[in-house]
């Protein structure tokens, strides 16, 4: 990620990485970017909140005008729940070792899913967003 957006800025574009993930955003060193403190895949608010979704949108647009110093990271302050219980078992191995049931996010797919019917025919209608996408059509 940090290498793609200095890319991009080197073009003349500025940039601003979302993350969720402050030690790695730091290692990839990115020219800005803001931190979710959320669990991995909620990095742009929680699904199904687009009014958090909004506020997370427009606070990084809102460090692309602020941030001068390369590599800043600003947070975001928003908090998943009322303490940091979450984290206890994020990334976590079981004491007993077994590491098979870590990954229980849903399977993926190489092409866009959508959860509702009309999201897919929108997107196919008009999707400003999947430009870079070729389309078959």
């Known amino acids: 990620m940090g290498l793609i957006a200095r890319t991009i800025e080197a073009a003349g574009i500025s940039t601003v990485s979302l993350s969720s993930a402050?030690?790695?955003t730091?290692?990839?060193n990115p020219p800005r970017a803001v931190f979710l403190d959320y669990p991995l895949g909620q990095t742009a608010g929680r699904a199904g909140d687009p009014d958090e979704q909004d506020f997370v949108m427009r606070s990084a647009l809102n460090a692309v005008e602020k941030m001068d110093q390369p590599g800043a990271i600003e947070t975001i302050n928003l908090q998943w729940s009322d303490d940091d219980s979450w984290k206890d078992d994020v990334m976590r191995v079981k004491p007993d070792g077994d590491v098979t049931?870590?990954?229980d996010r849903t399977e993926r797919?190489?092409?866009?899913q959508?959860?509702?019917q009309e999201d897919a025919m929108a997107a196919a209608a008009d999707c400003k967003s999947c430009v870079f996408f070729e389309e078959s059509r």
């Open 22 to 24: 402050r030690s790695i």
């Open 26 to 28: 730091a290692g990839a």
């Open 101 to 103: 049931n870590l990954d």
């Open 109 to 112: 797919y190489s092409t866009p």
């Open 114 to 116: 959508y959860q509702h």
